[in-house]
């Protein structure tokens, strides 16, 4: 009986996607729950690919060589233990166990501990690209047992994008480095996102540009970024609905979703002490939106504010440069977050790295991370991207000419949560002085939490009065 070199679990799109990706270099055998979807997964998918259906769980583990490599690719959380379980009766010492789904860190570090007990070996793997990623090359993140990458590591190689530095994938350190990683790149996904839909809404109700004309602006400053998320940006624009003939865009709720990494990333930013505010506000701006019906009744109680009067050839320079810097920042504050998780949980992070398995197939791919690369070359213990030489005299110039966007949104009563976030990050990392002082003065006097003086050694505590 042939034996297949990895075996796959869960055919959603995705998982359907990457076992037909790895099909093109090496066997594989798949198995899913549903026994309907296999078989419909087979009869409209698989044409003469290496590639096995299998409908019982113990015919699948049996068909694979040993020691066995398993993909998970099914819906974080409790089922991802229940997978487990089921599979451990069939597995023996060594046998592999790949997480490929968004598993929330602190899971993925209590299922390596128990199955190191069970002597099973586990990574927890973040892969980013969505569907067509999946299947022509995503960004993949592994983390976990590093003798378990060295035994797959030619597997996901052949699987994920390539550039011409290599494939997008790396081992980026233990327990549960991979998975942290791709949280955070899902945070700063949900920053940059909510930067371009700010700047769209701009476009759209202070310029009142039509959505055509957006997707042509979107499309010629891509030009220059070389982003994934703009270069959708601009074809999501020029989207016609069939249904109606009208822009899509225009017909689709404003209500926008989450499935818990952007929390995630923001919840363990505030157990690490770090700031990441332009990721927290796009966070922070999709439960807003899901409140349509409050900001519905709100409307007809507040009186709508002017729409400011501006020069759309004024404007377009300077709203360019905005997703530039607003970009450029969220990529900062997550690496900053990078930077102290890898100190707190000892992942010896590689920043470089991380920066050039995102160059291709994931959904944060961008210009941006070449120069990103060159600076954590040059010093890889860089304090922060917005002092790097790639960036440092652009951000401050792009900081200062931001104001007339900010202003104009302002008077036009339009909302631009992460674009502020971004300029008051920066605004407030190159301070000498912020007003914590007062902050600090505030916490001794109600609560006799102490301070530190400017022209004195120690702490110190007053009695206000």
């Known amino acids: 009986m042939k034996k297949y070199e990895i075996g796959l679990i869960g055919l959603s799109v995705m998982g359907q996607n990457l076992a037909l990706n790895i099909a093109r270099n090496h066997s594989i055998a ?54 487990i379980d ?48 999946a299947l022509h090359g995503p960004s993949i993140m592994p983390g976990g047992n590093e003798n378990a990458y060295a035994e797959v590591s030619d597997i996901l190689e052949d699987a994920a994008a390539t550039t011409n530095k290599g494939a997008c994938v790396s081992y980026l350190g233990p327990n549960s480095a991979g998975h942290y990683v791709k949280m955070v790149h899902n945070g700063i996904e949900y920053g940059i996102m909510e930067v371009l839909a700010e700047i769209y809404a701009y476009l759209d109700q202070v310029l009142q540009l039509k959505p055509d004309e957006i997707g042509d602006i979107f499309a010629d400053w891509n030009q220059d970024f070389d982003s994934y998320l703009v270069e959708i940006t601009a074809k999501i624009m020029h ?26 990333s923001v919840q363990s930013a505030l157990n690490l002490g770090t700031a990441i505010p332009t990721i927290n506000a796009g966070v922070n701006a999709r439960l807003v939106s899901a409140l349509k019906e409050e900001r519905i009744n709100n409307s007809s109680q507040f009186a709508s504010s002017t729409r400011a009067v501006v020069e759309k050839k004024k404007m377009l320079p300077i709203l360019k440069k905005t ?88 008077k036009s009563g339009l909302p631009i949560p992460a674009i502020h976030a971004a300029l008051d990050y920066f605004n407030s990392l190159k301070s000498k002085k912020l007003p914590a002082n007062l902050i600090q003065a505030q916490r001794d006097f109600f609560g006799a939490h102490t301070y530190q003086r400017t022209d004195d050694q120690g702490t110190f505590h007053t009695e206000w009065k």
């Open 239 to 264: 989207q016609d609905d069939p249904k109606t003939g009208r822009k899509l865009i225009d017909l689709i709720l404003d209500k926008a979703k989450q499935k818990g990494t952007g929390k995630w």
């Open 323 to 410: 997703v530039f810097f607003s970009s450029v920042i969220a990529y900062a504050e997550g690496f900053k977050l990078l930077q102290a998780a890898s100190e707190e949980y000892n992942y010896d992070l590689n920043y470089k790295e991380i920066a050039r398995i995102w160059e291709a197939g994931c959904i944060i791919r961008s210009g941006l991370l070449e120069p990103i690369q060159n600076a954590f070359k040059e010093n890889r213990n860089l304090n922060s991207l917005i002092t790097a030489q790639q960036f440092k005299s652009q951000l401050n110039a792009a900081a200062e000419e931001i104001a007339p966007l900010v202003e104009s949104a302002a």
């Open 86 to 133: 089921s599979l451990l009766p069939y597995l023996e010492a060594d046998d592999i166990i790949i997480d490929g789904g968004n598993s929330y860190f602190k899971d993925t570090n209590r299922r390596l501990r128990n199955l190191k007990e069970k002597n099973i070996k586990y990574l927890g793997v973040g892969i980013s690209g969505g569907e067509a990623g």
């Open 30 to 83: 798949v198995f899913n729950r549903t026994e309907t979807k296999t078989r419909n997964f087979i009869k409209n998918k698989v044409k003469n690919q290496e590639l096995k259906a299998t409908y019982k769980l113990e015919e699948f583990v049996s068909s694979l060589a040993k020691p066995r490599k398993i993909i998970l690719m099914i819906k974080a959380g409790k089922p991802v233990d229940l997978v």
